[in-house]
């Protein structure tokens, strides 16, 4: 199987396509396009020949690693909601939790709620609450 090291990736935000620089076995360095358009772009020799439409190996590889990123990012999206989703449950909890010791303070007439300090799950920094009001 033919080798090829990607050295850069440049993302062209305006357009949405990808520019990889990128070197074979060999030691030669290409770049190669791909965009959105489903056009790709080589600049092997291959590439140059076959212009907008390159099939080369060069292309091949950084369409599957292109792909293998998509994937990634999707897995690493889901996994932030589903902390954030937590972490908005913990802090739900939480308020309840404190409301319901306001309440009960307030009945027994005691002048200061006690101070809390929990962990967030997302970006594991602690919150530490003061009379119930989230301190920073």
Do not use: W
């Not at 020799?45 to 950084?62: E, F, L, R």
Request: with cysteine.
């Amino acid at each position: 199987m033919k080798q090829v090291k990607i050295l850069t990736r440049y993302e062209l935000k305006n357009t949405g396509g990808v520019i990889y620089h990128i070197e074979n076995g060999s030691h030669a360095r290409y770049y190669t396009g791909l965009y959105t358009s489903g056009d790709c772009t080589c600049t092997c020799a291959h590439g140059q020949s076959a212009g907008s439409h390159a099939h080369c190996y060069h292309v091949d590889h950084c369409q599957k690693r292109e792909a293998a990123r998509v994937v990634a990012n999707k897995a690493a999206a889901a996994e932030v909601a589903a902390r954030r989703q937590e972490d908005a449950l913990a802090m739900a909890e939480l308020a309840a939790e404190i409301a319901h010791e306001s309440m009960r303070e307030m009945m027994h007439a005691t002048a200061r709620m006690p101070e809390r300090t929990r962990r967030s799950s997302l970006n594991d920094r602690e919150l530490h609450f003061v009379d119930g009001i989230l301190m920073r």
